[in-house]
């Protein structure tokens, strides 16, 4: 009939499905965090507060980003695209270019919003203290958690950097 595969609505899905590349990073990443408060407090392990407050940014900011991609290709009868070289970022295109300026003001937050927050609960896993201050026990980080911490910048060094398989830098 119109010639696409998919219908609006089945399109607007499979966006919002790429608009979730971040969630199984983040939350491996929260796992990590709760793994190693739970380490320094085996009753009442929690991460500091304001590391949870990043972890709820992050999730509120990967849902943001979810719902604007399926707002603007049904809604707005725009288009909502993944873009190539950022990992788990959307490009939105609209008519109304004051609507497009807000838009990408938008993505841009969101993006900053992920960012930031993933780096913060990173940092947290190394600075979380003993409630006792025994620094002995502060110190002896698992391998796996603090290994681990390091897998949200390892996967988004080769889209930052270029490097991805299509484009090979070496011949062997």
């Known amino acids: ?6 219908s609006k609505f089945e ?5 919002a ?3 979730m590349n971040f969630a199984p990073m983040l939350s491996v990443l929260f796992i990590g965090a709760r793994m190693r408060a ?12 304001w590391a949870q407050n990043c972890f709820y940014m992050c999730t509120y900011a ?27 970022d ?18 841009y937050l969101i ?19 003993h409630p006792k201050g025994d620094l002995h026990a502060t110190h002896l980080c698992d391998h796996a958690v603090r290994d681990q911490s390091h897998l949200p910048v390892l996967l988004h060094l080769p889209h930052d950097m270029d490097l991805r398989n299509d484009r090979r830098v070496h011949r062997i």
């Open 62 to 88: 990967t849902a943001a980003q979810v719902i604007i991609s399926v707002a603007v290709t049904l809604v707005l009868s725009g288009t909502s695209t993944p873009n190539k070289d950022v990992e788990g």
């Open 90 to 107: 959307m490009v939105f295109k609209v008519e109304n270019k004051a609507l497009g300026t807000v838009l990408s003001i938008g993505r």
């Open 11 to 15: 399109n607007s899905m499979m966006n």
């Open 111 to 129: 993006m900053f919003c992920i960012y930031v927050g993933f780096s913060c609960v990173i940092y947290s896993i190394f600075t979380i203290q």
């Open 17 to 19: 499905t790429n608009a």
């Open 1 to 6: 009939m119109t010639g696409s595969k998919y």
């Open 38 to 49: 739970l380490q320094m407090d085996p009753v009442n392990g929690a991460p500091q507060k």
